[in-house]
Structures are given as structure tokens and as C-alpha cells.
């Protein structure tokens, strides 16, 4: 593995019905060293500073540390909104989530660029660029954005323009395997920005819905996936986003467990 030794996350957006407590305990059995904070209220607690807190010290208590958090998304935190009021209000939303976190000491906060589009991608780019350009010249010091990619070609090809506009020292990227394998030949971002990787969201699907299973029971080929992380500078943070947030049919602790094997197969490293 080119000499580098990953370190294995996991989103809590694997089952937001399991109390996050219970997700902790799990995450810290399975060997995982820190956590990314889904988007969800039930999880971020958003507005209420003092509930995320505790969620931070919970997750010390179990030996894991807070990599990022998940900007919310939707209408009201949508970057490409054709109309210039409700753009305005999205960026304001992003802004304060922002500073909600930025007394915490967790260095990436991920960001989706657009939500549905409702233009061109041609103008949801126009918007999303002046809205990301206003975020990164307001937040916090202490928090890096890491832009996602989002699914279908469209949404990849937004993530493009965007990482070509904005450098690094503006934005970094977090790849979603799952959204880039539905969106486009396999890995057409990753060759490209694999250099650009401050976190990612890995997870497996047949490149026809947004699944987000265990690594190896979709189609994507995990070898040539791991030899462009390979390449990634000292990018060692491996983060898995497994499971959509919605109940899972089988125990979380299978998803977490298998994905946590899965993660030491294709990327050795360790587990802690």
C-alpha cells in the first residue's frame, strides 16, 4: 500500500433509527478510529450546542474522534437555487451550521453543492460557484470544506468545474464512490482529484441506485479504487459511508462489522 498505514472511519448515517450512543460502541468494538457526523438533527443537534457537546465527549469516551460533520441539505441549504433570495438564505443556513461546529476542533465539514437540480447544469455551476466563493471567504478558519460529488452525470460534472474553479486552499474533495459509480465511467473524478482527497465517502452500489452497501457486494473494483488512495499524498483517513440513514433490514452492527473487514482487506493499515 505504498507504504502508508490507513486509519478506518465511519459515518453515522448508517442507520439514523440507532441511537448514536449505540452506534459509538459499536463503531469503537469494530476497531474503527473515528467518526463522521451524518446530516441528520438526530445526530448533529443542530442548533443545540450544548447536545453536540456531549455527542463529542461520548465519542472520546469510546476512543474515537470526530473527523468531520455533514453540512445539512435540502431546499433550505440548496447552493445552486436559480432564485437569488432563497440562494442567499441557503448560504446564510451553511454559515451558521458552520459556526455552530467551529468551537469543537473538527477540521471538515462536507458540503453538497447543489441539491435537485432545477436548472441547467450550466447555471446550477453559475450559482453553486457564487455561493461556495461567499461560504469560503465567511467561515470559520479552523474548517476546511470538503465538496461531494453528487449523483448522475450532471452532479459530476458540476463537482468537476468546481474543483477546477476553487484550489485547494479553498476547497478539498470528498469522494463518493457509491454517486461518481452511478454518474460516468468508473472513477473518471478520482483519476483526476484523487491529489485533492481531504475525506471521502466509500460504499459500494450496481451503478443504478444510491445504495450504499458494504464494499464488495456492489460492482465497484476496490483494488483500483485503493490504488488511486494509494497515490494520495498523505491522505490516510479512510471514511466509509455505508447505509443511507434509513432502518436497516439486517442488524447495524453486520453493516458495521463487515464494512470494517472489508476495509482492512482492500487497504491493510490498521484498525485504531
Known sequence: MAGKQYKFGISTTVDYSVEIEVLFRLFSRHGYSFVSIGADSRHNFFPEKNKFDNLVQLAEEYGLTIDSVHIPFGDDYDLANPLYKE???SVRNVLLFLEYIADFGIPIAILHPHHYLKETREKALTSAAKSIEEIVGK???NIKIAMEN???ARGSWIAEQLLN???????GFCYD????NMSGPPFHLLEK??????TCHLSDNNGIVDEHLVPGNGNINWNRLSSYIDKAGSFDNILFEVGT?????VPVEDYIEKTALKATEVFGGNRG
Open 150 to 152: 453528487l449523483p448522475d
Open 165 to 171: 474553479i476553487f484550489n485547494q486552499e479553498k476547497i
Open 245 to 249: 440513514g434509513e432502518k436497516l433490514s
Open 139 to 141: 467561515k470559520p478558519d
Open 87 to 89: 440562494r442567499l438564505a
Open 177 to 180: 464512490s457509491s454517486h461518481e
Open 193 to 198: 482529484y484523487y491529489s485533492r482527497l481531504i
